[in-house]
Each structure stands twice: as structure tokens, then as C-alpha cells.
């Protein structure tokens, strides 16, 4: 029979926040595991750093200005060649549990309405699965007479009133937001945790004439920085590293405005030490709360004899900036917002390794359907990472991401940021030479060739 396809699909996973990514601090016992026995890929680009645009193209391993999705705006097309059809095609049962953000239009729900999110399924199973339970940000679930899988389990459990008031109370552009707070619900009730039962109890339940492929979406650790009490606990002392908070540098006009938009979102003007380490902290434990919830998964499948023959991928859409230039969340190409982590673990493991060529989540799609024995969904750009199991690989020349009116790229030295309709460089970085991205080279003259070369690469890519 065919492998099995377990696709691990973190929300705002930023790429370094993992032990075998040597982080100091932040327990992934399960995480680092799967890397033991895989490839860890340490240059990952997200086509896109926001939800939507970054999703629509892993599907379909298509850009996201190809698609006319570059931002979280809708124009989900279910008419769209996906990795998920081809699978479907050549025997795989598909299934998805948690977010996916599928929309056509993005229409945010009336605070009064009573809408049963349930009724998106339908959508949803139109791009390639054959199961559907959607989940989405925990704003939604803020808004009243409002009703998903998950607002039903913790009303059964009477905490949905409770719950809804917390995070109506840590909404955007409000201190709490960034600097976080402990969940007012037990671990067992927490989002991560019903996804993860979600998940065993489709695996205990399904029919094991088909091979599956499994995508378990965990909303976390997207924003609000809200940790379980568990995690929270175990982080509440951790002696956290602040970054550099030295704000991010505006080139030019073009790009100055946008940097303001997004100073604004990040309320950076509060901004300091102390508040920035509680964020920090809150984060960690969303993250091992993730990790934990996929050592459950993964013991269930060993229950049911059926690791050994599971291919295991774990990702993210993109990343977050955790302080990062005084800036909170991603919408930037920033490394801490569009660089995600990647791992791979065959059936059965192999011996560990690190892939530092640059790829992209493109590769993924194509390496689903590579897995699966399937085409590669007709249209996509992405480039099979099988090899890399087994050796080290070129890579890309380029990597490429695009939200709004602003793309990115990077070769092995240097990365680019070009508003896209004047055709204006706003940021260059010597990735080598200057890994924080603290000095904006964009202006000097001595590193007018890169900007150059650059952006002729972003604007053939575009035009393509």
C-alpha cells in the first residue's frame, strides 16, 4: 500500500522557536524528534507571510499573485488544480482538521448573526478532502450566537461564556494582545487539544483500505498570546532574550508608509522590555502545547501500527516577529516572518541530517504528490524535495514571497523588498555579512548591482 501523508500545519510557527533548531529555551521533545530521524530544512521561504495567500499556495503549489490572492482577502477558486484532487486521484483518502481559511470573499461575521461556521465545510471539501472539520482564529469565535465544532465543545463543557470573554478582552491593538496572558481554560479544553483529539479520533475511526493523507491545521500559535496554564506555568520565569527593539529602517517613501502601518499594528510605541518577554513566554507555550498535542497524534498512529508506514511533515504558513525590529506578528520579509520551519521524517527515519539550500513551500506540494505517486497539481512551480532525504541538494537560486502591493526574494547573499507597482527597491540585506537585518543597504551605492540584479530576477518572476 502507499505511504500515508501526515502534514503537520502550524498557524504563525516561526522558524527558529524549536529545540533542534537549537533554541535555549523552548521544550519540542516531539518536534525534535521527528527531526532525529528526518531532514530539518533550515532556509524555508513562505510564499507569502499572512494566512491566506501563504495557504493558497501550498495547495496549489502556485504563487500567490498567480492566483490573485495576496492578501486575506478571499478568492479561494474551487475550481483550482490541488495537491489534495491529485492525491484523491491515484487512491488517498483526504482529510483536513482545523484551520484551512478557505474563503471565496472575505465577509467578517456579524457580531449578532446567528451563523453556524459548519455551513463552509462544503467549500472547503470542494478543493480535494474528503473530510472536513474546520476551525478558525479564536477572534471568531469572540463573536456572539456564533457556533464551530470547537465553541460547541467548550459549551458542553460550560466555559464557552468564559472563554469568549477572554478573547474578546486581548483583541488587536490592545496591550494584553501582545504581551499575553495565561488561558482562563483548563489544557484538556484548549484549541490545540480538541484538534489533536479531533485528529486520533479520525485516525481510530477511519477504514484502513485506503492510504490517508492528514492535514492537522493547529490554529497556534497564532495570536492572541494565550498560553494554556500548564505551559504558561513552566515559562513564567524563563530567562528570556529580548531582540534588538531598534525599529525597522525606511528607505524611502513607499516604504516608510508601509513600516508605519505596521508599527501601528504592533503598537509599538508600547513596547518595552518587560512586556515583550511576557509575549515571548506565552508564545513558548502555545508552541510546546503544539508539540505535545503532536506527540499524542504520533503515539496513535503507533497504536494503531501505522507510523511505520506515515510519511511525517511539519511546517508552518509563516512566521512571527516576536519583537523583531519593534515589530510584533509578520506581513514583512523579515526572516522572523517569512523563513518557517520544515521537517521531514520518512517511514521508518533516517539518519538525521540539515538542509541549508534554500526552498519553498512550494516544494512541499510537490513533494506530497511526489510521496503519493501523483502528478504534481498542473501549474505549480514547486520542485520535489525526496532527494534531500537522502543527500544534500542545489536548492533554489531564488526564493520569493508577496503580500499586497509589496514582493520579496532571496538568492544565497542577499534579500530584496520591491513595491511592486512602482517598481521600487525599498530594502536590501547582506544575509551573510549581517544576519539580524539590522543595516538596510538599499541606497548604497556600493550594493547598487545586487539591487539591480534583484529586482530584474523579482520582475521577471511577477511577469511570469
Not at 491566506?52 to 492578501?71: D, F, N
Not at 479564536?138 to 465553541?151: C, D, F, I, Q, V
Not at 498535542?293 to 501505522?306: F, P, Y
Not at 512550494?362 to 532527494?387: C, F, N, W, Y
Request: charged content about 20%; overall charge negative; some cysteine.
Amino acid at each position: 500500500m502507499k505511504p500515508n501523508i501526515l502534514f503537520l500545519f502550524a498557524d504563525q510557527h516561526r522558524h527558529d522557536i524549536l529545540g533542534c533548531a537549537g533554541h535555549p529555551l523552548v521544550q519540542t521533545p516531539h518536534l525534535d524528534a521527528i527531526a532525529s530521524e528526518g531532514v530539518r530544512f533550515t532556509k524555508t521561504w513562505c510564499q507569502s507571510p499572512i494566512c491566506q495567500p501563504s495557504r493558497a499556495s501550498v495547495i496549489t503549489g502556485r504563487y500567490a499573485h498567480e492566483i490573485g490572492v495576496i492578501h486575506n482577502t478571499g478568492g479561494f477558486d474551487p475550481e483550482w488544480p490541488t495537491v489534495m484532487k491529485q492525491l484523491q486521484e491515484v487512491g488517498y483518502e483526504t482529510a483536513t482538521i482545523g484551520k484551512t481559511h478557505y474563503h471565496e470573499s472575505y465577509q467578517p461575521p456579524k457580531a449578532d448573526g446567528d451563523i453556524d461556521m459548519r455551513s463552509n465545510e462544503g467549500f472547503v471539501k470542494s478543493f480535494g478532502w474528503d473530510y472536513v472539520l474546520e476551525e478558525y482564529d479564536k477572534y471568531l469565535h469572540a463573536a456572539r450566537r456564533l457556533s464551530t465544532p470547537y465553541t460547541d465543545h467548550l459549551s458542553e463543557h460550560g466555559m464557552l461564556d468564559e472563554y469568549r470573554a477572554q478573547i474578546k478582552g486581548a483583541f488587536r491593538l490592545t496591550p494584553e494582545h501582545w504581551s499575553g496572558q495565561t488561558s482562563v481554560l483548563p489544557q484538556e479544553l484548549d484549541l490545540t487539544s480538541f484538534l489533536a483529539d479531533e485528529a486520533n479520533q479520525w485516525l481510530r475511526q477511519r477504514s484502513v483500505e485506503k492510504p490517508f493523507m492528514l492535514k492537522l491545521g493547529f490554529v497556534q500559535p497564532h495570536v492572541p498570546l494565550i498560553s494554556d496554564p500548564v505551559w504558561s506555568e513552566y515559562y513564567a520565569d524563563a530567562d528570556v532574550q529580548v531582540p534588538v527593539l531598534n525599529p525597522a529602517q525606511a528607505s524611502n517613501e513607499h516604504w516608510g508608509e508601509y513600516l508605519s502601518l505596521l508599527a501601528e499594528h504592533s503598537q509599538a510605541q508600547m513596547m518595552d522590555h518587560d512586556s515583550v518577554r511576557a509575549g515571548i513566554r506565552q508564545y513558548f507555550g502555545m508552541v510546546s502545547l503544539v508539540d505535545q498535542k503532536v506527540g499524542e497524534v504520533l503515539a496513535t498512529l503507533d497504536e494503531l501500527g501505522q507510523l511505520d508506514n506515515t510519511w511525517i511533515i511539519y511546517t508552518s504558513d509563516h512566521g512571527e516577529m516576536l519583537g523583531d525590529h519593534k515589530l510584533w506578528a509578520k506581513m514583512n520579509f523579515y526572516h522572523g516572518s517569512v523563513q518557517v520551519p520544515l521537517i521531514m521524517r520518512p517511514p521508518g527515519g533516517v539518519l538525521h541530517r540539515e538542509e541549508d539550500a534554500l526552498v519553498e513551500l512550494t516544494d512541499v506540494t510537490a513533494t506530497i504528490a511526489d510521496i503519493g505517486g501523483a502528478e504534481a497539481p498542473a501549474g505549480g512551480h514547486g520542485e520535489s524535495l525526496l532527494p534531500a532525504i537522502e543527500r544534500p541538494i542545489v536548492g533554489r537560486e531564488f526564493v520569493h514571497s508577496r503580500i499586497g502591493d509589496f514582493a520579496g526574494i532571496r538568492n544565497a547573499s542577499h534579500r530584496l523588498t520591491m513595491k511592486v507597482k512602482n517598481e521600487v527597491a525599498c530594502e536590501l540585506f547582506n544575509m551573510i555579512d549581517d544576519p539580524g537585518e539590522l543595516v538596510n543597504l538599499v541606497n548604497e551605492q556600493s550594493e547598487k548591482e545586487s539591487v539591480n540584479d534583484l529586482s530584474e530576477q523579482l520582475r521577471i518572476h511577477l511577469a511570469n
